[in-house]
């Protein structure tokens, strides 16, 4: 069975850090490619960013270009999120998932077949 948990978000202040993991569980995660995504309160879920198999390639939209860092560690069958500089409209639910393919054409909500429970991240101002 395919599982993918998220865990890793909090509340941090303006400009802090946090980190997120995407646990996978059922399939190897260095073989696929996986997304992160988000839905702030009252918004559509957004692609934030994805790593493709085995690492080789990142995409980052824009919004947090330069302050998130999406990595793999495959001993742990794990992705993560580390987001720096964190900014209030960072804000929202982060969740995980396996995407068909790389790349931005790619990195969205209607093509995931399976939503983790996500994490919940809120930056105070």
């Not at 198999?53 to 793999?72: L, N, Q």
């Amino acid at each position: 069975e395919v599982q993918l948990v998220e865990s890793g978000g909090g509340l941090v202040q303006t400009g802090g850090s946090l980190r997120l993991s995407c646990a996978a569980s059922g399939f190897t995660a260095a073989d696929s490619t996986i997304g992160w995504f988000r839905q702030a309160p009252g918004k559509e879920r957004e692609g934030v960013s994805c790593i493709s198999s085995y690492g080789v390639y990142t995409y980052y939209a824009d919004s947090v270009k330069g302050r998130f860092t999406i990595s793999s560690d495959s001993s742990e069958n794990t992705v993560y999120l580390q987001m720096n500089s964190l900014k209030p409209e960072d804000t929202a639910v982060y969740y995980c998932a396996v995407l068909p393919g790389f790349g931005e054409l790619l990195l969205r909500p209607s093509l995931v077949d399976y939503w983790g429970q996500g994490t919940q991240v809120t930056v105070s101002s």
